[in-house]
Structure formats: structure tokens, C-alpha cells
């Protein structure tokens, strides 16, 4: 990468991966649904190779591959980033002290 790829909202080239949490976006004309679709095609088609949605209401986290049917993950259990590198949004709340709904 150069310094000129760099840009104050976003990159020329595609990260490997995305991590998206709930948004707060206009969605008068969309759907939550609709739009996590739309932003995730978008980023797959940019480059990116893995999209995380973290969705706090229903406690868990969307794991959307290019070209693969999606997963929806309890964020209680060990969620892969990249090979060898995994993250536990419960089980980091419990340890910080953060109760939830989820045991």
C-alpha cells in the first residue's frame, strides 16, 4: 500500500476482512435485512473476503463468505476471524463483567 491509498473514509484497496455491528443507517427505503445484503454484496464485490455482522439485539454474529450460504453464529461461541485468531463477544462481556440476556 501507498500513502496516496490512503483516504479519509476509505481505502482504494478491499480489506480481507470487514467487521460490521449494528447500524444506525437511514433505512427508510431498505430493510435491516435488505441493507446487510446490499452492503455485504457491495463489499464482496469490492474484494473483501470476509464480512462479520455483529447484531447486539439478537446476540449473535452473521459470517458471510463471497459465494457461500451464510451463517448466523450465537456471539457465545468462538467466532474465526482469520485461521488461528477467533474472538467470544459473550464470553469477553461475562469476563469484563457485562451481564446479558444469554447464559
Not at 476509505?10 to 460490521?20: D, F, K, R, S, T
Not at 427505503?29 to 473476503?49: A, M, P, R, S
Request: glycine content about 4%; proline content about 4%; cysteine-free.
Amino acid at each position: 500500500m501507498k500513502a496516496a491509498d490512503i483516504k479519509t473514509n476509505y481505502l482504494n484497496i478491499p480489506a480481507n476482512i470487514a467487521i460490521e455491528i449494528d447500524t444506525k443507517a437511514d433505512l427508510t427505503v431498505l430493510t435491516f435485512n435488505e441493507y446487510i445484503k446490499l452492503k455485504t454484496t457491495k463489499l464482496h464485490n469490492f474484494g473483501v473476503d470476509k464480512v462479520l455482522w455483529i447484531l447486539t439485539a439478537s446476540k449473535q454474529v452473521i459470517v458471510a463468505l463471497p459465494d457461500e450460504d451464510w451463517l448466523i453464529i450465537d456471539w457465545n461461541k468462538d467466532i474465526e476471524i482469520t485461521p488461528g485468531v477467533s474472538f467470544n463477544i459473550g464470553s469477553y462481556l461475562k469476563k469484563n463483567g457485562i451481564e446479558t440476556d444469554n447464559p
